[in-house]
Structures are given as C-alpha cells and as structure tokens.
C-alpha cells in the first residue's frame, strides 16, 4: 500500500502527484482548444501545465505546434529544441526540427519574414505608414499565417481609413486563431467607426394626390413632382395630323441644333478618352516594369545575402549534443560541441541553455581565472587582475557571490578607467545592499562624482549581510581616500 510519503527522505509525495495530474489536466484542456482553434487559450493552458511539469513532453511540444501555427517559428523551435534535449531518444520533436532544417529556403523565408516585419514597425515608428504596409504585404506572402502581421496591417488599414481591407484583415486572422484578444478588439473598435455611417432612407417612388381642380392630378416620383390631366379629351382627325406633321418638323429641328452637334462632340470626347487611358496605361505597363525590374534587382540582393549567410541549423544540433554530452558528465566531448556551437545565429531561448552548459564546463577554468585575478589584484598588476577578473563577469557576473565584479571595479578605479568603474561599483552596490562593500561602492561612486545607490532603510526587517568569499589568501580592503 501507498504510504504517501518518500521511504528515503519522508518527502510528502501526494502533492508531487497532484502538480502532475493537474499538469496533465491543463494539457488536455490545451488539446481540446488548440482542436477547436482556440489558440490563445490553448497557448495559456499549455503553459500553465509547463509550469507546474516541466519535463511534460507532448504539452512542450504541442505548444511548439501552437506557436508555429500562429507564425512564431523562432518560439515553436525554442520549444522544441528543449523538448529534444529533455528526451533524445523517439521525440517527434526531432521530425519538426528536421522538417524546417532540412528545407533551406523555407529557413530563409522565415528570416526574411522576421526582418521585413522588424522593418515595418521601423516605418509605423517613423510615419511611413505606406512603406509599412507594402513591407507587411511582402511579410505575410512568405508567412500569411503571421497573426501580428494581419493585426499591424488591419491597424495601419484602420488609420488609413480603408476599412474594407482592415475587415479582411481581421477576418485572416481570426481564421488562424478565433479567440485573440488582440484581434478581438481591433474588429470592435472597427465596427465601433464604421457604425457611424447611417444610411439615409429611401423616399416612395410615387405619391400621387388629387388638387382641388378635379382635372388634373399631380404626383411625386423621387424629388421632382409631375403634373397631368386627370382625363383625355379627343380631338379631330385634322388635328392629329397636323400635331403629327409640327411634332416631325421640331424632332427634325432639334435633332439637327442638338442631337447632331451632341453627338459628334461625344465622338470627339470618346476619343479624347481613349488616348488619354492609352496614355495612362502605357505609363502604368513602365511603373510595373520598373517596378518589376526594382523587384529583380532586390530578390538579387537578397540571393546574395543568402548565399553569404551561414547555415543555422547546425548550431542548433551542436548545442543539443553539447547539453546531452554534459548530462552524461562527458564534459570533454560538451566542450567540443560548444566550441562548434555559432552564438550569433541561434535564438536567445537557445542561448540560455548555451550559458548554462558553458559554465558548468568550463568551471575549473573559471575558478583559475578567478585566482589569476585575485593573486594579480594583491600584487597591484591592474592590467592583469582587469584581463582575468573581466573574463570571469563575462561568464557569470555574480561569482562567488559578488567578489569578482566587485574585484574587478577596484582593478577598473585603479587603474583609472573610471568609465568601467562606475557601473560595476552600482551594480555591485544594487545586487548587496546594506554590506560593508556596498558602502564602499557608494564612497566610490560619490568620489568619481556619480550618484550613489540607495541602501535599505533601517526599518526594514533584515539587511542582507555582506557576500561571503574565499576565506584564504582573501583581497584587503583598502580605506577610501580622504
């Protein structure tokens, strides 16, 4: 039987068990809504089942499928890159890595779709709301299902008051995601402007009434009003062909005066517009040929652009073997991996696990530089002590619990870079406030004549006690000058 607790440790594990069924509770929640295109909520669900496990594999990785149908490619790889690393082995985590890796000009199209929508937030930053919506139009070509692309271009169409297009907009991108807040409230506020319009209403065609005189009656047809005899009074057979006989000479007449000299001016206008919209089409047939020759030159450009980048994807796999290979305490063969590993062409989610592999590697060569510096320090070489103290920041700003950074403004201040001084100096001084090497990076600070820090108030429950260091062979202190 169950005891409900850890025989090792007399950990309660009812609560271990509860945080997964719950997780598993949300997965699920999150399939039913990705199912249905609820994609936010299914985008909060999975997260909130990643929260409470994060080694849930099919929640990490449907939530990379969410991202990649709403058009965030980068974050659908973040995903499933750490997916991979949690479980190497029959991932399919891996086949979606594969698919876009393996398929180099739809890499490319997703690079280019993120610096073209870069590009027009640069425009919509500057005013230039139509080079805006022409570099949208080209992002959304490459990925129609960017979701932020619909919405900057259904809001730049709202501004520009072609509220037609922004409706279409809208409508692409709820189609893609039904329930998006964003989206959501843009088609509100669209149908909130254009709800202004009212259209006017229509007049009856006819309204016929009677006047006073019982022979004629008059009626209104639209804004005009029309008058008639109420009966038809007959006349003679002479009279009707002599009304016939006046009525053809004033037809002929005014065919004559205005029929014919109508007609050959609307002849005249008709060619008159004819060479005109010749004329335009030609200039439109040389913009579009210009422009279809500015095009060429342009995806030219970008071939060449293309071909001087390096492939990504291969990063990515070095990291990943990399993080396996230290997992295994294999820390030779992580060493390698990352030394393949191209920091400037992996994503920021990557780079996290990168600084975290890397420091574990390369601790003992931490603690060396650490030492090089803390020798050349009491030495006085300042030169030196900066050259090993700044590598160890580089890694990990706070090792051993401050003393690095803090080491390395003293080297800065005596050596008279007073430039990289004084941000150490108040970064040591925010991060251990209350310390006795706090104060003294607040003397510093008002000594090179910069604002010090504020420290904690005496009321407050505990001051955080000065970071502990090395107790051997540990750096003095010198007193700050009078």
């Known amino acids: 039987m169950d005891p409900g607790y850890c025989s090792a440790c007399g950990t309660d594990i009812k609560i271990y068990n509860r945080l997964f069924r719950l997780s598993n509770t949300y997965y699920n929640m999150g399939l039913e809504k990705a199912k249905a295109r609820n994609l936010t909520g299914a ?20 939530l990379g499928l969410v991202y990649f149908e709403v058009g965030e490619v980068v974050l659908a790889l973040t995903e499933w890159i750490i997916s991979k690393s949690l479980e190497p082995d029959k991932n399919i985590a891996d086949e979606y890595i594969r698919a876009i890796q393996e398929n180099p000009s739809r890499w490319a199209a997703i690079n280019q779709t993120i610096k073209k929508y870069n590009q027009s937030l640069l425009y919509c930053q500057q005013g230039s709301e139509d080079l805006a919506i022409i570099q949208l139009k080209k992002v959304l070509s490459l990925n129609p299902k960017l979701v932020k692309g619909h919405q900057l271009l259904a809001l730049l169409y709202i501004k520009t008051e072609e509220y037609e297009r922004a409706g279409r907009e809208l409508r692409r991108a709820l189609a893609i995601d039904k329930t998006d807040n964003l989206s959501l409230h843009y088609q509100e506020e669209l149908e909130r402007i254009t709800g202004k319009a009212v259209n006017p209403k229509e007049k009856p065609a006819k309204e016929i009434r009677e006047t006073k005189n019982s022979d004629i009656i008059s009626y209104t047809s639209g804004n005009e009003t029309i008058i008639m005899p109420a009966t038809y009074k007959d006349t003679t057979g002479m009279n009707v062909v002599l009304n016939l006989l006046i009525g053809l000479v004033v037809g002929v007449a005014l065919m004559w005066f205005l029929v014919v000299p109508a007609k ?37 450009a970008a071939l060449a652009e293309k071909e001087a980048e390096p492939e990504t994807g291969g990063s990515y796999e070095q990291l990943i073997e990399a993080y396996n290979a230290f997992r295994g305490e294999n820390l030779e063969a992580a060493l390698g991996a990352l030394n393949e590993v191209d920091t400037q062409q992996i994503s920021e989610g990557a780079m996290s696990l990168y600084r975290e592999v890397y420091r574990a590697v390369h601790a003992e060569e931490l603690k060396g530089w650490y030492d090089a510096g803390e020798t050349a320090y009491n030495a006085g070489n300042w030169a030196e ?19 690095a950074i803090y080491y390395l403004a003293r080297a800065y201040e005596s050596s008279e870079d007073t430039e990289k001084a004084v941000p ?21 600070l008002t000594r090179l004549g910069q604002p010090a820090v504020e420290q904690q108030q005496s009321n407050q429950p505990q001051q955080p006690q000065e970071p502990q260091g ?7 202190d010198p007193q700050p000058p009078a």
């Open 264 to 300: 050959v001016r609307s002849i005249r206008s008709e060619t008159n517009q004819q060479i005109i919209a010749y004329s335009d089409e030609v200039s439109a047939k040389q913009t579009e040929l210009n422009g279809l020759q500015k095009q060429v030159e342009e995806l030219q």
């Open 424 to 444: 150490l100096f108040r970064k040591f001084a925010e991060a251990y406030p209350g310390t006795v090497r706090a104060n003294y990076c607040n003397q510093a």
């Open 470 to 476: 090395p107790q051997e062979n540990q750096p003095q």
């Open 385 to 403: 002590a900066v050259e090993n103290l700044q590598r160890v920041v580089d890694m990990e700003e706070m090792y051993q619990d401050g003393y």
């Open 43 to 62: 985008m909060q669900d999975l997260r909130y089942s990643l929260r409470l496990n994060k080694n849930h594999i099919q929640a990490r990785n449907l």
